[in-house]
């Protein structure tokens, strides 16, 4: 894994980029933040435009896939993002606590071209295809009923391109506006559509998100996104659960997995769930403290990293979620000494329960793939 970081004075912003080469495509993720300068949203989004022209001149050969813009106020500013093709396109309220108010999330792949329409962009490698969904919402009742509506939606999709949640869904995110009353009803109503698809505890679950998040629409409480894979084989990817630090989700009645690793020819994807400062019996560990909790949180992720063979030197990108701004100081302070360089946006979101102070997720890329599958 190879990360720098671009300082771009010319429009006041920074590129962190984390770039991992293999043998028949490379991968990035790159995080684009831009300095305040007494301006107001349009002008801040300019400048994150013009560096990510700048990055996409530094890496002609990659196409971009996928980004998330996080927004200080999504219902007065998603409507001046842009129009992309091919491109699926992410927007959230999770304001940068960086004091600007928007950062980008991209991710971007060499050699390959993607197809796009509305909220999704699907490429195709090695016979693979790779799935984004982006800003399923439907504004029509309460959390459980929107819930509903949009994994509905996304099992009809997954059906009309031959997939299913069980064999193709790698990963989601739910964000939920006012997490601490609303949480509730999207956990149940997930749990009882995996019920009807097979997804038990029994059998397995999703690597996930559900976090706090305003949608840009003012009426939806939820709002979904997924990454899904096409073409992968027998006992290609498995969940990690690092038994000596986490319990199984299930045990506190929601119904996703810590990570899940994805193996190929020349790499291994481990997609960690947003994870926070609990022990293995479900506890919320170091009440209050945000730094304690930051440094459990660290340990529980480097645990579920070494369960999948892999260290936090391979990870590509972080997102931490923060419940109260006034820890953004020292919370940055501690992701600046332990990852330098690394793609790490820091942003305002509740977490699901009200005495967690701090979670994160993060995608880390191994070298250590398997021969008896495909290259990525």
């Known amino acids: 894994m190879e990360r720098r970081t671009v300082n771009c004075n010319e429009y006041g912003s920074t590129i962190q980029v984390a770039s991992f080469m293999g043998e028949d495509a490379n991968e990035m993720h790159a995080i684009i933040h831009v300095t305040p300068q007494m301006d107001g949203f349009e002008s801040q989004l300019s400048r994150i435009l013009d560096t990510y022209s700048l990055l996409l001149s530094m890496y002609p050969s990659y196409t971009c896939i996928f980004k998330r813009y996080f927004l200080s106020d999504a219902t007065n500013q998603a ?22 108010k928007v950062s980008l999330w991209c991710y971007m792949v060499s050699g390959v071209k993607a197809k796009a329409d509305k909220n999704t962009a699907v490429f195709e490698h090695n016979g693979y295809a790779l799935h984004f969904q982006t800003n399923l919402f439907n504004p029509s009742g309460d959390s459980y009923r929107q819930t509903q509506h949009i994994l509905e939606q996304l099992v009809q999709y997954l059906k009309e391109t031959d997939m299913t949640l069980t064999a193709n869904c790698l ?42 998040g305003n949608p840009a629409h003012p009426s939806a409480l939820v709002q979904l996104e997924s990454y899904a894979v096409k073409g992968l084989g027998p006992r290609q990817f498995h969940h990690l659960y690092a038994p000596t630090h986490l319990n199984p989700t299930y045990e506190y009645g929601v119904t996703f997995e810590r990570a899940t690793k994805v193996k190929y020819g020349d790499r291994s994807h481990i997609l960690v769930s947003g994870t926070a400062s609990i022990d293995n019996k479900g506890n919320v560990l170091h009440l209050g403290d945000v730094v304690k909790q930051c440094h459990r949180m660290w340990e529980n992720v480097e645990m579920l990293l070494k369960e999948g063979g892999s260290s ?56 250590k793939g398997d021969k008896l599958f495909p290259n990525f």
């Open 312 to 367: 936090l030197n391979d990870v590509a990108q972080i997102i931490v979620y923060l419940r109260d701004s006034a820890d953004y100081a020292i919370v940055n302070q501690l992701f600046q000494e332990k990852f330098p360089d690394f793609p790490v946006v820091i942003t305002l979101a509740p977490v699901c329960r009200p005495t967690w102070l701090i979670e994160m997720e993060c995608i880390a890329i191994s070298s």
């Open 79 to 100: 409507m001046f993002l842009p129009t992309e093709s091919n491109i699926a396109v992410s927007s959230i309220q999770q304001p940068p606590l960086d004091g600007s």
């Open 171 to 212: 990963r989601t995110w739910f964000f939920i506006r006012d997490v601490d009353t609303q949480y509730a009803g999207m956990v149940k109503a997930r749990r009882e559509l995996f019920e009807q698809q097979g997804l038990t505890d029994k059998t397995h679950y999703i690597a996930s998100t559900g976090i706090g």
